[in-house]
C-alpha cells in the first residue's frame, strides 16, 4: 500500500516535471517566435511588414541597401543595418550581425529586398540579367543558405519568399523579372522538400499589384540598362515608361503592402504555414486560368494585358 503510493507520488512529480519542461520549451519558443530578418525594409512591402511586426512585439531586424535608409529606419526605433544583395561581404556581415545580436538565433527570414527590371527579352543583355538575378535571385539564396543551419540546429524556422504573381505568369516586358521570381519558385519549392520533416517552413507569397515605391525603381532600372534608343521595341517602350510614371496605382486591383502582412504574418504563425499564399485579384484569377487554360489561350490573354500595361 505505502509503496502504492510512493510510485503515485513519483508519477505525479514526473507528470509536473514534464509539464514546467514543455512550459519552458514553449517559452523559449515563443521568444524565438520574435525574431526575423527582413531585406528591402526601406520603402513599400518591406518597411510596411518590418513596421507592423515590430508593433507586434517581434524582434525586427529591418535591414536595407543604403545608409540613408538605414538612419531612417533607427529615428523609427527599429534595429536596423545595411544588407545589399549583390554584395556577399555584405550579406555575411549582416548574417553575422543578427546572430551576435540574437545569439546566434533566428526564427524567421523574409527574403523581400529586389527590384523590376522592365524590358523586352531581345534587349537583356547579360549585364543587366547578371544585375537582376544577383539581386532578387543570389542574394536571396545566399542569405538563405546562411540561415538554414542556423534553423537546423534549432530545430523550427520559417523562410518566407515575396514572389510574385509573375512568378508563374510572364507578361510581356517583364522577361527579367520573370525569369527571377520563376527561379526563386523553383529553388522555393525544391527547398520545401528538402526541408520536409525538418520543422523549416518555406511559404511563398504570390502578390500582384502592391503600391509602393517598385515602379520608381522599375524606371531606374529601365534607364540604366537598357538602350532604349537602340531597340527595335522603342516605340513600345514609351507605354511602358508611360505606366511606371504613372502617379497613383498603374493597374487595377492595386492593394496596399499590408494585404501582404497579412500573409507574413499566417506564414509566421501558423502552426502548419501554406506552402504558396496568393495576394490580389489577379494572382487568384491567373492561378486559376493557368490551371485549365490551353498555353495558347493563356497566351492571348497575357499578351493583352502586358500590351495594355
Ligand atoms: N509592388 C508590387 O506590385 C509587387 C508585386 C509582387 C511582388 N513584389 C515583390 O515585393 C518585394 C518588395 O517590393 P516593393 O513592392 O515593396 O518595392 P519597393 O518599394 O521598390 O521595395 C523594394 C526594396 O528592395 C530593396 N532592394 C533593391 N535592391 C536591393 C539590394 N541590392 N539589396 C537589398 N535591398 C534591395 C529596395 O531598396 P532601395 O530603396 O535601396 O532601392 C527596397 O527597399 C519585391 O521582392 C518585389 O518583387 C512587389
Known amino acids: 500500500m505505502l509503496s502504492l503510493h510512493v510510485n503515485q507520488c513519483q508519477a505525479m512529480k514526473n507528470a509536473n516535471l514534464l509539464h514546467t519542461y514543455k512550459l519552458f520549451f514553449k517559452g523559449r519558443l515563443q521568444l524565438m517566435k520574435k525574431t526575423i530578418l527582413i531585406t528591402g525594409c526601406s520603402s513599400g512591402i518591406g518597411y510596411c511588414v518590418a513596421k507592423a511586426l515590430h508593433k507586434q512585439g517581434y524582434r525586427v531586424f529591418a535591414t536595407a541597401r543604403r545608409a540613408e535608409s538605414v538612419e531612417m529606419l533607427l529615428i523609427e526605433g527599429l534595429e536596423s543595418f545595411q544588407l545589399n544583395l549583390m554584395d556577399s561581404n555584405s550579406i555575411n556581415f549582416a548574417f553575422e550581425e543578427v546572430m551576435r545580436r540574437t545569439n546566434g538565433e533566428l526564427y524567421a527570414l523574409f527574403n523581400n529586398g529586389a527590384f523590376g527590371l522592365p524590358g523586352a527579352v531581345e534587349d537583356l543583355h547579360r549585364d543587366a540579367l547578371r544585375a537582376q538575378f544577383e539581386t532578387n535571385v543570389f542574394g536571396w539564396q545566399e542569405l538563405t543558405n546562411l540561415a538554414i543551419p542556423v534553423m537546423r540546429r534549432q530545430g523550427y524556422g520559417r523562410i518566407i519568399q515575396n514572389s510574385s504573381v509573375l512568378g508563374f505568369v510572364s507578361l510581356p516586358f517583364r522577361g527579367a ?133
Open 177 to 309: 523579372y520573370n525569369a527571377s521570381k520563376y527561379a526563386i519558385e523553383g529553388l522555393s519549392d525544391t527547398l520545401r522538400l528538402e526541408l520536409r520533416g525538418s520543422n523549416i517552413y518555406v511559404s511563398l507569397i504570390e502578390p500582384g499589384p502592391i503600391s509602393s515605391q517598385f515602379r520608381i525603381n522599375a524606371v531606374k532600372a529601365l534607364e540604366k540598362y537598357i538602350d532604349v534608343n537602340n531597340s527595335f521595341h522603342r516605340d513600345k517602350y514609351q507605354g511602358v515608361l508611360t505606366r511606371l510614371n504613372k502617379a497613383g496605382p498603374a493597374v487595377p486591383f492595386t492593394l496596399p503592402p499590408e494585404a501582404v502582412l497579412k500573409r507574413v504574418i499566417h506564414a509566421l504563425e501558423a502552426p502548419r504555414p501554406q506552402p504558396r499564399y496568393y495576394v490580389t485579384f489577379p494572382t487568384y484569377l491567373f492561378g486559376i486560368l493557368k490551371r485549365i487554360l490551353s498555353t495558347r489561350v493563356l497566351d492571348v490573354l497575357l499578351a493583352k494585358s502586358g500590351n495594355n500595361n
